[in-house]
């Protein structure tokens, strides 16, 4: 029903993630790219041609965890199943995460849509290319895929 299962862990620490759908109310938020820190997992038998890929790993941000550079790591999608929608995030593994707007809009515009709220169609689509690395957060920052605290 998700649409892949828990395969482990593809990688922990800081990493670019691309959002392959910046259009989507659900993640038009984070921009192109951006950096974030987690645990990111792998998953396993994920097929592209039954779900709509919102934001993935970008492998090539983590020279040192032996991802491919080009490798598909969707980490945020949607799906139907059956006439039912359904959203799927490994995003956010620690309690400060959820303090992100970013992650907050996330999830609530993905509520909305899975209750019927919003009507963005889930459009399955080939693996697109990187935009260029998101620059590193400068001092302030929070590292973590969200805006400075105001």
Do not use: C
Not at 8 to 28: A, F, R, S
Not at 34 to 57: A, C, I, Q, W
Not at 110 to 128: C, E, F, Q, R, Y
């Amino acid at each position: 029903m998700l649409g892949a299962g828990y395969e482990g862990h593809l990688y922990t620490g800081p990493g670019q993630v691309i959002n392959e759908q910046p259009d989507n109310p659900i993640v038009k938020q984070w921009g192109p790219a951006f950096n974030y820190t987690d645990e990111f997992y792998r998953p396993k038998g994920f097929s592209r041609e039954k779900s709509n890929v919102l934001l993935r790993f970008n492998g090539a941000s983590a020279p040192t965890s032996g991802l491919a550079a080009d490798g598909d790591f969707p980490l945020v999608w949607t799906k139907m199943y059956g006439t039912g929608r359904v959203f799927y995030s490994s995003l956010s593994h620690d309690t400060a995460s959820w303090d992100i707007r970013n992650l907050q809009i996330m999830m609530f515009e993905a509520i909305k849509w899975s209750l019927g709220l919003t009507d963005t169609p889930v459009t399955p689509h080939a693996m697109t290319a990187a935009p260029a690395p998101a620059p590193a957060p400068g001092p302030g920052g929070r590292g973590r895929g969200g805006a400075p605290p105001a």
